[in-house]
């Protein structure tokens, strides 16, 4: 399995911009997860899906953040605007819901809003 | 408030030493707690999961200890290779609510020297 994708690696915007993150799970995985990474905050859950479903939004910095995942394999994360304070890593997770509950994690998407 | 706290200081140990990573947490009642590897530029990768009825838990050099009581988990790697240099996160997973909602701590930062 490639495990989880997600695209681009690397984004550099300007304020005010919209920016999309896409990130593909691990096949047979029922829960997606998006995650912020700072250095002041650590990581910081998103959201998180089941079977396609938003469960959990409640860490959704603001309107200007959405996710929508239209089916299995595929999940978006769009801010727009964008603004300087969103530059971080951004993660998308999935796992199986039976068993250990261990999350895979994909590589990442280093966001730089200028 | 709930609270998981790891080192924010850098362990720096010898070739061959024990690490010893600290998870504290508070205002907390956790199913299980999950550790994870991040490398630089990498996303975090599981390594173990204990659960809360588990006081220790083993895999090849690594060892996990749970203790409810005293609200901390310690993360040990025995006879450590610089290979082993990364950051290293606790997870908590809830005992209520959504089991599959993990906190993550903000990491502890290991440097393996020869």
């Known amino acids: 399995d490639a495990g989880v994708i997600q695209s681009p690696r690397h984004e550099v915007t300007e304020m005010g911009q919209e920016v999309t993150l896409r990130c593909k799970p691990i096949s047979g995985h029922d829960y997606l997860f998006w995650y912020r990474q700072t250095m002041m905050r650590g990581l910081e859950l998103l959201i998180y899906f089941n079977n396609n479903v938003p469960i959990d939004d409640s860490g959704m910095p603001e309107d200007r953040f959405s996710a929508k995942m239209p089916n299995a394999s595929f999940s978006t994360l769009k801010i727009q605007p964008s603004e300087p304070r969103d530059s971080a890593v951004y993660f998308c997770?999935?796992?199986?819901?039976?068993?250990?509950?261990?999350?895979?994690f994909g590589p990442g998407t280093r966001l730089t809003v200028t | 408030s709930q609270k998981i706290e790891q080192n924010s200081e850098a362990l720096n140990i010898q070739e061959g030493k024990t690490a010893t990573l600290t998870c504290n947490y508070t205002?907390?009642?956790?199913?299980?707690l999950q550790w994870y590897r991040q490398d630089p530029g990498r996303g975090p990768v599981f390594l173990l999961l204990?659960?809360?009825?588990?006081k220790e838990k083993r895999k090849e050099r690594l060892k996990v200890t749970f203790d409810t009581t005293l609200k901390q988990s310690l993360f040990h790697i025995t006879a450590s290779q610089p290979a082993d240099s990364a950051t290293y996160l606790c997870?908590?997973?809830?005992?209520?609510?959504?089991?599959?909602?993990?906190?993550f701590g903000t990491g502890t930062r290991l440097q393996v020297t020869l």
């Open positions: 997870a908590l997973v809830p005992l209520t609510g959504t089991a599959s909602k993990l906190t």
């Open positions: 205002n907390y009642s956790p199913a299980y």
């Open positions: 204990i659960r809360e009825n588990e």
């Open positions: 997770a999935s796992s199986f819901r039976q068993g250990s509950y261990e999350q895979y």
